[in-house]
């Protein structure tokens, strides 16, 4: 009995270092009023309100943007702090753009111990933070940020280091989770619904810009240039002399322009006849000696290299832990949604969370995108079919396409009842302008406008045939005829 006590409390120990291991060290999940627990900040410039609201289609709960292009700035201040220089360290948490994000960021803010006497109510974008890490998409700017605040332990200056070549943000309206895990091995890791986008080393200056380790040398900035030195790799050559049958005369020598004398125009001719310019055959253009190796160059010049004052080494960073989670973005979107903030120290938590919580509502999302591109391919054309064959439309009423205006809305109709072939339409009408218009520019026929047929008394159908002329006549009668019976399947969408 008394050998199997040390074994029992090994495997208490055991059991509940597993229990700790299985919590996450912060997990907000809205299912709660935020009031009291978030203290939003009262800062005159964020006037953009928060509102706890459900998931679109889902009975979830998370935290809104309510508000169009506002400025929005809530904290969240944590028990303890969380320190990220031992083991494994995973940020994850999950938005929903569900009016898309056209310009404005939905990341979070991971905020480092502030000064004795600093309050919540006063958090804005000056606040400094640990890291920086989610979506931010306007203009030329579409990624999923990952940035560190780092202390140079020589000037006691922080630094933000950004992570290079980062992740874009899904272009749709679905839920997504965003997970960052730091390793001790400074590794970090970016994830976008479970699946790794990027992997990078905190200490490789391929990773980072600018990389948290400073080069150990620097250009001396008080080093000038000497006014001798020479940079021209090539010189003229001065030995170098101009042939003597060197012609540089172009076309003669040059004259002021002239205007015409108005007393011209009531004679055949005016002034002293002279016989007009051409080029000259012989022009060799403007002579220049031919270039030879500079016996002076000495190359670019660059400031000589200096011991970097501010370099220090580093085998792992020197993290600040995060004392509280905050959102301070500027956005012209509302409807982003955030949910499910968690801080681990273990994947497995995060991954657990992630199939339980976001899993099942991205699915429906996705049948529910899926059903509703399904609808509308079976209702019709899209926004944009639409919007391409008005403007075939518009094409087969240019005047000079006249001859063909029948065809051309023939082959727009079948399109417009087959939309998965709109881009061949697209593509064989602007052929067929292009064809025409080329034959006018260069030399073509222009194609003669139909001529509208004499109104004349009906024919018995023998006589028709016989007096039915040449093959032209034929075909233009044709297409007179289709261009009737082709007139009302026209009208069934371009005058709705």
């Known amino acids: 009995m008394m050998g199997g006590r040390p074994l029992l409390l090994l495997l208490v120990s055991a059991l509940l270092v597993q229990i700790r291991a299985s919590d996450p060290l912060l997990y907000e999940s809205f299912d709660e009023d935020f009031e009291g627990r978030w203290v939003v900040s009262k800062k005159d410039e964020y006037q953009g309100v928060w509102k706890r609201a459900k998931s679109d289609g889902h009975e979830d709960y998370g935290l809104l943007v309510s508000e169009k292009a506002r400025k929005y700035a809530i904290i969240k201040e944590l028990d303890e702090p969380v320190t990220l220089k031992d083991g494994t360290v995973v940020l994850q948490f999950e938005v929903r753009l569900q009016n898309g994000l056209e310009c404005g960021g939905a990341y979070i803010k991971y905020i480092r111990p502030q000064e004795a006497g600093w309050d919540a109510k006063e958090f804005d974008n000056e606040t400094p933070y640990t890291i920086m890490f989610g979506p931010d998409k306007c203009g030329s700017t579409n990624k999923v940020h990952f940035i560190l605040k780092h202390k140079n332990p020589k ?38 619904d479970g699946e790794e986008k990027k992997k990078a080393n905190f200490l490789s200056a391929d990773d980072f810009e600018p990389a948290l380790i400073p080069p150990k040398t620097i250009p001396d900035p008080d080093d000038k240039k000497p006014e001798d030195w020479d940079e021209r790799a090539k010189i003229p050559d001065p030995n170098a002399v101009k042939p003597d049958d060197w012609d540089e005369d172009e076309d003669g020598e040059w004259e002021a322009p002239k205007i015409d004398n108005p007393k011209c125009e009531e004679a055949p001719g005016c002034g002293e006849w002279k016989r007009p310019m051409k080029q000259n055959p012989a022009y060799k253009g403007k002579w220049h000696a031919p270039l030879i190796d500079n016996p002076n160059y000495k190359g670019i010049w660059k400031p000589q290299e200096i011991p970097n004052p501010e370099y220090f ?7 600040d832990p995060i004392a509280a989670i905050g959102i301070e973005i500027w956005t012209m979107q509302d409807g982003i949604l955030f949910d499910n903030i968690l801080i681990a120290d273990d994947e497995k938590v995060a991954t657990s969370i992630l199939e339980k919580t976001w899993k099942p509502k991205y699915e429906v999302e996705k049948e529910k995108e899926k059903a509703e591109e399904a609808a509308a391919a079976a209702d019709g054309l899209s926004e944009f079919q639409k ?19 029948t065809k051309i809305i023939d082959v727009i109709e079948k399109g417009e009842k087959q939309p998965n072939i709109t881009i061949g339409i697209l593509v064989s009408v602007v052929v067929v302008f292009a064809t025409v218009l080329f034959r ?3 030399g073509g026929k222009k194609p003669a406008a139909p001529v509208k047929p004499a109104v004349e008394a009906k024919k018995p159908k023998a006589a028709e045939t016989e007096g039915a002329g040449s093959s032209g006549d034929k075909v233009e009668k044709e297409e007179d005829e289709k261009e009737e019976t082709a007139a009302p399947r026209r009208r069934s969408r371009r005058e709705t």
């Open 313 to 319: 080494e580093l085998d792992k960073p020197d993290f």
């Open 387 to 405: 919007k391409v064959f008005d403007i075939l439309y518009k094409i087969a009423d240019v005047p000079f396409l006249a001859p063909y205006k």
């Open 440 to 442: 006018i520019l260069f």
């Open 155 to 192: 000037t006691g200056k922080y630094v933000e280091h950004h992570l290079k070549f980062p992740p874009s943000v899904p272009y749709d309206k679905l839920s997504h989770v965003y997970t960052a895990i730091l390793k001790p091995d400074n590794e970090v890791r970016i994830l976008i």
